[in-house]
């Protein structure tokens, strides 16, 4: 997968808990992304880095946090689980380049981690 | 936000048929991009065509930027094509890419 780690591949929870994902890249990209995958409505951005301790909202941001430390890490955070939090989550990586008066993101995904909120 | 349709949501082929996906878009983006995702979940890039055409093998993309849509075609689908086949888009500021429901497509041997 291109230098993406994503862990926990899979985990199962109860709700309430916290629960905190991670993806780790060698790639040395400057953007990192979190994206949730439900049935229905492919790939939701829920948060997104564009440097080191630089972090946005994505489309579907409440109830998840984000933190990067590092270049190569960037955490996603459930502070406290609910069952419709239960989705696949995929990291996403790009190196967004200028180019004229376009910018071009070409995005490299993990492998994904699949989490069960009971 | 920008608004991504893709259609059709389903497709069966038979094996050897040749079929094109359509990625609708509702505003002006920086960037398009097709994914394609295999049963075991993985998502690989096939293309980025903001605007033009490209070709890899069997697969062809084009998008037309100013009238806000984007193809794309599979020709002699084999099986190992089924999955689901994603557009996205990237907004003006592109960072963020918004991605379409996906088109699920199944090729019958």
Excluded at chain 1, 55 to 75: I, M
Excluded at chain 1, 98 to 108: D, F, W
Aim: net charge neutral; glycine share 10%; charged share 15%.
């Amino acid at each position: 997968d291109a230098g993406i780690t994503q862990s926990p591949r899979h985990k199962v929870t109860e709700t309430g808990t916290p629960v905190t994902l991670r993806c780790h890249q060698t790639e040395n990209h400057r953007y990192m992304y979190w994206y949730r995958q439900d049935p229905g409505h492919g790939l939701r951005l829920i948060h997104y880095s564009y440097g080191v301790k630089d972090t946005d909202k994505g489309e579907v941001s409440d109830g998840y946090s984000v933190s990067r430390s590092k270049t190569e890490d960037f955490l996603l955070t459930l502070e406290s689980a609910t069952s419709s939090q239960t989705s696949v989550y995929f990291c996403a990586i790009s190196e967004f380049a200028m180019g004229g008066q376009k910018g071009s993101n070409v995005l490299t995904f993990g492998a994904g981690s699949r989490l069960t909120v009971l | 936000g920008i608004q991504v349709e893709q259609s059709p949501p389903d497709l069966i082929l038979q094996e050897g048929a040749n079929s094109t996906l359509r990625c609708n878009f509702s505003d002006s983006v920086n960037n398009l991009q097709w994914f394609h995702q295999n049963p075991w979940g993985q998502l690989i890039n096939l293309f980025y065509i903001p605007s033009g055409t490209k070709q890899n093998g069997r697969l062809s993309a084009t998008t037309v930027a100013t009238e806000r849509y984007s193809l794309l075609y599979i020709s002699s689908s084999q099986t190992t094509d089924s999955g689901v086949y994603f557009c996205a888009v990237g907004d003006t500021g592109g960072f963020k890419t918004i991605f379409g429901a996906g088109t699920r497509l199944f090729v019958k041997a």
